[in-house]
């Protein structure tokens, strides 16, 4: 069975940084890709970007790139979203689901959700 | 950059009643075309891809049609455990960054 298990709830101040995860098992680890979905309080989905742990090739949604960072480390089969400097806008729920097909593909299965909650 | 846009923002309908969907691109999207469901608390679960292929597990009747622009995602007969958020997602083109639509939230009538 395909489970992705994110790590819990953060609440970080302003200027923090942050790194979530995502475990993924009950399949090849290196052979899909795994994204990244934001959802902020009330509103829809955003897709953030994705990475492909076999070789790490990661693509960023243009209105993501630079403000957030993706790495995996397959010897574990994680997934990783990180913030260098948090502002209270990233304040959100972050998904990572997985997609079997190319960097734009649909997301067959997803996390539970990582809740980050930024304030000061 | 397609912009996807999810028509109407609510439906209400009753248990038993056919419910439609729909969902329009900006640009043609082939049939790269997904709907998932998200209930209040949980994670967005895949229901079609493909524009018309359920996923596995998806009763049959959730059904998906379309193609090009124009997407219809029908519910036959609501069940209680439908009432939810669905959401339409393009992956036909890069960026992907207007991929999903609002959302339309379906509501016991």
């Known amino acids: 069975e395909v489970q992705l298990v994110q790590s819990g709830a953060e609440v970080k101040k302003p200027g923090e940084s942050l790194k979530i995860s995502c475990k993924g098992s009950g399949y090849s680890f290196t052979s899909y890709w795994i994204g990244w979905v934001r959802q902020m309080p009330g509103k829809g989905l955003e897709w953030m970007g994705i990475i492909y742990p076999g070789d790490s090739d990661t693509r960023y949604s243009p209105s993501f790139q630079g403000q957030v960072t993706i790495s995996a480390d397959k010897s574990i089969s994680t997934a990783y979203l990180q913030w260098s400097s948090l502002k209270a806008s990233d304040t959100a729920m972050y998904y990572c689901?997985?997609?079997?097909?190319?960097?734009?593909?649909?997301?067959?299965?997803w996390g539970q959700g990582t809740l980050v909650t930024v304030s000061s | 950059e397609i912009v996807m846009t999810q028509s109407p923002a609510t439906l209400s309908v009753s248990p038993g009643e056919r419910a439609t969907l729909s969902c329009r691109a900006s640009?043609?999207?082939?049939?790269?075309l997904a709907w998932y469901q998200q209930k209040p608390g949980q994670a967005p679960r895949l229901l079609i891809y493909g524009a018309s292929t359920r996923a596995t597990g998806i009763p049959a009747r959730f059904s998906g049609s379309g193609s090009g622009t124009e997407f219809t995602l029908t519910i036959s007969s609501l069940q209680s455990e439908d009432f939810a958020v669905y959401y339409c997602q393009q992956y036909n083109n890069w960026p992907p960054g207007g991929a999903f639509g609002q959302g339309t939230k379906v509501e016991i009538k």
């Open positions: 689901a997985s997609s079997r097909g190319d960097y734009v593909d649909y997301f067959d299965y």
């Open positions: 640009q043609s999207v082939s049939s790269n």
